[in-house]
């Protein structure tokens, strides 16, 4: 099997008639019956986002459906919300925002997602002279091990995808295991880590390049060599978040994650650290071919 696709159709769903569920691979029966799924769910990105976009529709069993809906409930409530002190311009995306602060649970505050704010504050000398106190506010945070395992569900429907036979009605499963390198919300995409991986893997041979949602929703899959068993990914949801890392032969990934750039962190006392975030310039940011898919057919 050699999965590869590097355009997706224009405008329009894909649609599978699949026999095995895509995300643990139960066959189809009657004590396991499969419902309607979307990749990227509809309720993940803002309403209508798919409308007129790309998207792709599978059957997946009850269990893998409910748990990938609960997992994107919170994580498209969270990164839908505006920047801290920011407001979004597009009113449409400003009430979806607005909505979901008030309809979603966040699971670490166990609190709506609008009141989910944490608070926190460093205090310490600075420069030895003028004691300092900084107290601060963050958005609602996400949950790491949500984070990864809604990323490893997205990873494995697009790739049972790429890898579907249409005969068998089935598609494979990602080779290996997957690891993940760093995650990041917009103001810190310009870090030397996001920085340092897209630089790395720029030359490799793109297996797929999904911007789909009307740009909310996007994906990349690239592979060291076409026969290699290194493969690197990002995604970015809601352009609110991004998620990198390796799948495949992780011991053979883990000499790309040593060449990587570290992220300098500064020690403010023995429990506590800070760093900067670093904001993406528009020209340096290659980590996605930002094509959405109906500009290719023109
Ligand atoms: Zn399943």
Wanted: proline share 6%.
């Amino acid at each position: 099997m050699s999965p590869s696709m590097n355009v997706l159709p224009p405008n329009r769903a894909v649609r599978l008639d699949n026999h095995t569920c895509p995300y643990c691979g139960n066959e189809k029966s009657e004590e396991n019956p499969f419902t309607v799924e979307h990749v990227v769910g509809r309720r993940f990105v803002p309403k209508g986002a798919l409308d007129k976009s790309w998207a792709l529709i599978v059957k997946a069993c009850l269990p893998c459906n409910n748990k990938k809906s609960d997992l994107e409930d919170d994580i498209s409530a969270i990164t839908l919300q505006p920047n801290l002190g920011e407001k979004h311009a597009d009113p449409l995306l400003h009430a979806e925002a607005m909505r979901k602060a008030k309809g979603s649970v966040s699971r670490r505050t166990r609190k709506m997602v609008g009141e989910s704010h944490e608070e926190g504050s460093i205090e310490g000398k600075m420069m030895s002279r003028v004691d300092v106190k900084f107290g601060f506010v963050s958005p609602p945070q996400l949950i790491e091990k949500r984070v990864h395992e809604l990323a490893q569900m997205h990873l494995q429907g697009f790739f049972y995808l790429m890898s579907y036979n249409k005969a068998e009605r089935r598609g494979g499963f990602l080779p290996g295991t997957v690891g993940f390198v760093a995650n990041a919300n917009r103001p810190d995409w310009g870090n030397p880590l996001l920085l340092g991986f897209a630089e790395k893997t720029a030359s490799w041979p793109q297996q797929l390049d999904c911007i789909c949602a009307s740009g909310f929703f996007k994906m990349a899959m690239r592979r060291e060599t076409e026969e290699s068993t290194v493969w690197s990914f990002a995604i970015e949801w809601n352009t609110a978040h991004r998620i990198i890392g390796f799948f495949g032969d992780l011991d053979q990934a883990q000499v790309h994650v040593n060449a990587l750039p570290e992220l300098q962190w500064t020690r403010w006392d023995a429990t506590s650290r800070y760093r900067m975030e670093v904001p993406i310039e528009p020209e340096n940011d290659t980590l996605f071919s930002n094509r959405l898919p109906n500009e290719e057919s023109q």
